[in-house]
């Protein structure tokens, strides 16, 4: 199992596929159409039945019940894009054998080095083997590493007949990292009763509940008057945006935040004299969290508008996702099966918020209960992007045993 899931992964994790929130297509790129064909091929040779590539380049198959009761079809989903905050073009994984707890390298002439000083994790997996970056790109863990386990994991169950499972589909998804994986994810098709997403960080992670989520984009619009002549007609918009970023609270934002602490993060800022835009995501675990971030945002705004003229800022908001809590408790029993499923695999199960989103917030929300299992890696989405292999292995014996395991379920009724 070990080598099929790392000589997937490093084939996966060199297309490029970082999704763009600009383009307004789906998918947002052409190399996750690209990708998704080389994924539909894949998983029809190794044998699973009702493989399709739909007109928005969502992959489904389905690995065929081997038993006669009516077991419930469990389903797992992982996403295809790489994230547009960190280039994936080119990516040139490596891997540092028996890793000795000690710097790694991984670019000598840019002098960039994953080291245990800055990542004290690292030193959880010394001995193990870890698939790193070149220094250059991200590596693409998240979330190709999920993609490797659940057909590693497929693979093995087609295998071993002796294992006796229930029907199982899977799903590989588009644009998840400009929040749009679940637009055109076709539930009803999928016809599973609950499902995992294997896109969570280090081993063990088992989450059921996230962020509520939404997008604001603030436009300043000025005045550009010649500098040596400005003073009292020029309204310079950069200027204007720095000052409303200084009334957002300096502690409120990913770089000082952990667990359930919500956040203000500013994604893009792009400027000039005549005219800024600002792009945030806000993130809160409760509504209400939410809301008063909201509210904040337009009290700065009415603050801006009242100095320096009205229509001098413009604000508009989006909902992303809400906290797939709420949907996930009525059918605890699933999260508690995950766990089971970790345990008898000799995996210590972390329950644990997640500080973001997954496909599996909304589709939560769309009639398909989808907790969040680990993947494996370590931070996601930039250049010190590392995940050990064993747990990627850990993480396919995890996939199969809960297949396993829900085959049980009626066959016990």
Not at 9 to 29: A, E, L, N, Q, R
Not at 62 to 90: E, K, Q, R, W, Y
Not at 102 to 121: A, C, H, M, R, W
Request: proline share 5%; net charge negative; charged share 25%.
């Amino acid at each position: 199992m070990e080598k099929k899931v790392v000589d997937r992964f490093i084939k996966y994790v060199k297309f490029d596929t970082c999704s763009d929130s600009v383009t307004g297509k789906t998918p947002s790129t052409e190399g996750q159409r690209d990708f998704a064909l080389v994924l539909a091929q894949e998983l029809r040779a190794i044998g699973l039945c009702d493989v399709e590539v739909d007109i928005w380049s969502y992959v489904y198959a389905t690995l065929p019940s081997t038993i006669s009761n009516d077991a419930p079809v469990v389903g797992f989903v992982s996403h295809m894009d790489t994230s547009p905050d960190f280039t994936g073009t080119n990516v040139s994984p490596r891997i540092v054998s028996n890793y000795d707890g000690g710097d790694i390298t991984l670019n000598q002439e840019k002098n960039i080095v994953l080291s245990p000083t800055v990542f004290p994790e690292l030193k959880n997996y010394l001995g193990q083997q870890l698939i790193v970056t070149d220094g250059n790109t991200l590596l693409g863990a998240d979330d190709k590493a999920g993609i490797s386990e659940i057909i590693t994991a497929m693979e093995y169950l087609v295998n071993h007949p002796e294992i006796k499972h229930g029907e199982v589909k899977i799903a590989f998804t588009p644009d998840e990292e400009i929040g749009e994986g679940a637009d055109h994810f076709n539930v009803k098709k999928f016809n599973a009763a609950f499902a995992y997403t294997i896109d969570g960080g280090e081993i063990g992670e088992l989450e059921y509940e996230n962020f509520n989520a939404t997008g604001a984009k603030i436009v300043i619009q000025g005045s550009s008057v010649h500098p040596g002549y400005a003073k009292g007609k020029m309204k310079n918009a950069v200027t204007i945006a720095n000052q409303l970023l200084a009334m957002i609270p300096t502690f409120e934002v990913p770089e000082y935040t952990s667990g359930y602490q919500g956040f203000y993060h500013v994604t893009r800022f792009n400027g000039m004299v005549e005219k800024a835009e600002i792009e945030f995501i806000l993130r809160d675990f409760s509504i209400q969290g939410l809301e008063e971030r909201k509210m904040l945002l337009h009290s700065v705004v009415r603050m801006i508008n009242s100095e320096f003229g009205d229509g001098t800022a413009a604000i508009a908001l989006k909902d992303q996702y809400f906290n797939m809590r709420e949907k996930i408790e009525p059918v605890k029993y699933i999260v508690d099966l995950a766990e089971q499923a970790m345990r008898e695999t000799g995996v210590d199960p972390k329950i644990v918020p997640i500080r973001g989103g997954t496909d599996g917030s909304r589709l939560s929300f769309m009639g398909l209960p989808c907790p969040n299992i680990f993947a494996g890696g370590h931070n996601f989405h930039g250049k010190f992007e590392y995940i050990p292999v064993p747990s990627m292995v850990k993480a396919c014996e995890v996939i199969v045993r809960i297949v396993e395991k829900v085959g049980l379920l009626n066959a016990k009724s």
